[in-house]
């Protein structure tokens, strides 16, 4: 009896000699790869400040990271307010407030390029967006660290306060800064080229050479820009925190990121504080060198939204897209970001790049964030890269030339929350009108700087069908006004069909 028990307590023990599974393999080989990555940016990398930074705020992605950040750096929050109107030629008001701050590192030479920003987007009258320039002392982070907090922010850029709850604007005059004629003139050429790009790869009807191009402001036109008087802005925004749809995170997945938070290095994050909130108050009021012309836009019982984003440089492509302003079910929110994404961090990847070129497609992958949430069924449903069991299925930028508009179409798949055995479908699509986006700067890798590059548009559509796979049962089926979409680079290389 003994015997028998002793023998088949040693068949229990695993036999070292027996090798482990491919997948085990391949999970240890990844693990070792990534530690290899971190060891030598730690060791190597002059951002070690950076990764560290990272690593410490893991489970506070809104809060300021940049207080013991040495190198290059930029941190923006986005927080966006959307208003119906009552008009069917402008069904939505909508606007966005990005302050932020960049860094450009120890580097003597290019401090000048260093500064604190406030960036509004989406200003009614003859500008429909302003610049306003601070030195980097005028930005203070006043965000509270405490436990419970991890969602709370509070930065201060001259007299102006950014917080997850308030908005207080005073932007001088003096702090205007008039983008120059000849940077909107090359971020106009390579707009219209990068939509030429988009139009030839669907082999569509020639067009002339320069066709898109006058679709953006002429040439004329931007010289008379040149000489708007600078402008103040003044504004109140409340959205009180606990009227706030939060994502819920766990150790697992510490923010809208997922697992991928816990890698240091990527080149830029991204962190969302509340996917949809109401606006009880809120003004914002625009009062030109006249002193007697003013422009104020309410948003008193508006909505709201608000993300950010911190790293080194922008990606080098993306779509995003958000909307929280739909018609059938109100309270639901959208969010959607593809990029192209240096999975080793720009280091390893710009040295892979020079050493071993062979390689370099393999530092580049494509990177998703997409999630919806149901407000009447209180259900968030994720189809981001990192859920085990998403898909995108297909993602698609088109233009129709006759009636100016440009469209991201996407099919993405996931599990439903409410029965894991069930496959959910979401199908969205998001509409802009060509020429109709505003010029934002933003940390640029190729220029070294904060450069207009981006076209946002806060004023797109979207259409929005939810079902479940197998019973074909529509769960969801609406329309978004007022929504955000950025389209930027070569987008043909996140495109993808089944």
Same mark, same amino acid.
Request: no cysteine; aromatic share 10%.
């Given at each position: 009896m003994t015997h028998s028990s002793t023998s088949a307590n040693k068949a229990k023990v695993p036999d070292p000699s027996i090798s482990s599974s491919p997948l085990d393999n391949r999970v240890r080989l990844s693990l070792l790869v990534l530690l290899s990555v971190l060891l030598f940016q730690l060791t190597l990398s002059p951002k070690t400040s950076y990764l560290l930074s990272n690593i410490?705020?893991?489970?506070?992605?809104?809060?300021? *990271?940049?207080?013991?950040?040495? #190198?290059?750096?930029?941190?923006?929050?986005?927080?966006k307010m959307v208003k119906l109107n009552e008009t069917a030629?402008?069904? /939505?008001?909508?606007m966005a407030l990005i302050p932020g701050i960049?860094?450009?590192?120890?580097?003597? &030479?290019?401090? *000048?390029?260093?500064?604190?920003?406030?960036?509004?987007?989406?200003?009614?009258g003859?500008?429909?967006? /302003?610049?306003?320039?601070?030195?980097?002392?005028?930005?203070v982070d006043l965000g509270s660290h405490a436990p419970g907090d991890e969602n709370a922010f509070r930065i201060k850029i001259g007299n102006s306060l950014f917080a997850h709850n308030e908005v207080i604007l005073d932007l001088p005059a003096d702090h205007f800064e008039h983008v120059p004629t000849e940077e909107l003139e090359s971020f106009y050429s390579a707009a219209s080229r990068q939509y030429e790009h988009q139009y030839h790869s669907n082999d569509q009807s020639p067009i002339p050479k320069g066709f898109f191009r006058d679709f953006f402001p002429t040439s004329a036109q931007l010289s008379q820009r040149a000489g708007q008087e600078p402008f103040?802005?003044?504004?109140?925004?409340?959205f009180p925190a606990k009227?706030? #749809?939060? =994502?819920?995170?766990?150790?697992?997945?510490? &923010?809208?990121?997922?697992?991928?938070?816990? =890698?240091?290095? =990527?080149e830029c994050n991204h962190g969302v504080a509340s996917m949809y909130h109401p606006i009880p108050k809120g003004h914002i009021t625009t009062s030109y060198a006249d002193n007697v012309t003013q422009v104020k836009v309410i948003f008193d019982g508006g909505v709201g939204y608000i993300e950010k984003d911190w790293g080194i440089n922008f990606p080098s492509t993306w779509i995003w897209g958000q909307a929280n302003i739909f018609t059938q079910s109100p309270g639901s929110s959208l969010l959607m970001s593809v990029a192209s994404i240096p999975v080793l961090g720009p280091d390893v990847k710009d040295w892979i790049d020079e050493h071993l070129p062979i390689l370099s497609?393999? @530092?580049?992958?494509?990177?998703?964030?997409?999630?919806?949430?149901?407000?009447?069924?209180?259900?968030?449903?994720?189809? &981001?890269?990192?859920?085990?069991?998403?898909r995108l299925r297909e993602l698609k930028v088109t233009?129709?030339?006759?009636?100016? @508009?440009? @469209?991201? &179409?996407?099919? /993405? #798949?996931?599990?439903?929350? *409410?029965?894991?055995?069930?496959?959910?479908?979401?199908?969205?699509?998001?509409?802009?009108?060509?020429?109709?986006?505003?010029?934002?700067?933003?940390?640029?890798?190729?220029?070294?700087?904060?450069?207009?590059?981006?076209?946002?548009?806060?004023? /797109?559509? #979207?259409?929005?069908?939810?079902?479940?796979?197998?019973?074909?049962?529509?769960?969801?089926?609406?329309?978004?006004?007022?929504?955000?979409?950025?389209?930027?680079?070569?987008?043909?290389? =996140?495109?993808?069909?089944?």
């Open positions: 410490k705020n893991i489970r506070r992605p809104i809060h300021y *990271h940049g207080q013991d950040v040495t #190198t290059k750096f930029f941190e923006g929050w986005y927080i030629h402008e069904p /939505a008001r909508s960049y860094r450009t590192g120890p580097t003597v &030479s290019d401090k *000048h390029k260093e500064h604190a920003f406030v960036i509004v987007v989406g200003l009614p003859p500008e429909h967006f /302003a610049y306003y320039r601070f030195p980097t002392t005028d930005f103040t802005i003044q504004g109140h925004i409340l009227d706030q #749809t939060l =994502l819920p995170t766990s150790r697992l997945i510490p &923010s809208i990121m997922g697992i991928t938070a816990y =890698l240091p290095f =990527l497609p393999l @530092t580049t992958a494509r990177g998703m964030l997409l999630v919806y949430y149901h407000e009447a069924t209180k259900t968030l449903y994720n189809f &981001s890269t990192y859920m085990l069991f998403a233009l129709n030339v006759e009636q100016r @508009t440009q @469209t991201v &179409s996407f099919r /993405a #798949t996931t599990r439903d929350p *409410h029965n894991f055995f069930e496959t959910v479908a979401l199908q969205v699509s998001i509409t802009r009108e060509i020429g109709t986006g505003v010029p934002l700067r933003a940390p640029t890798r190729a220029k070294g700087r904060m450069a207009t590059n981006v076209e946002e548009a806060v004023l /797109a559509r #979207t259409e929005l069908k939810l079902w479940r796979v197998e019973s074909g049962e529509v769960l969801v089926e609406d329309e978004g006004l007022g929504s955000g979409l950025e389209i930027e680079g070569d987008v043909q290389w =996140l495109e993808t069909t089944e």
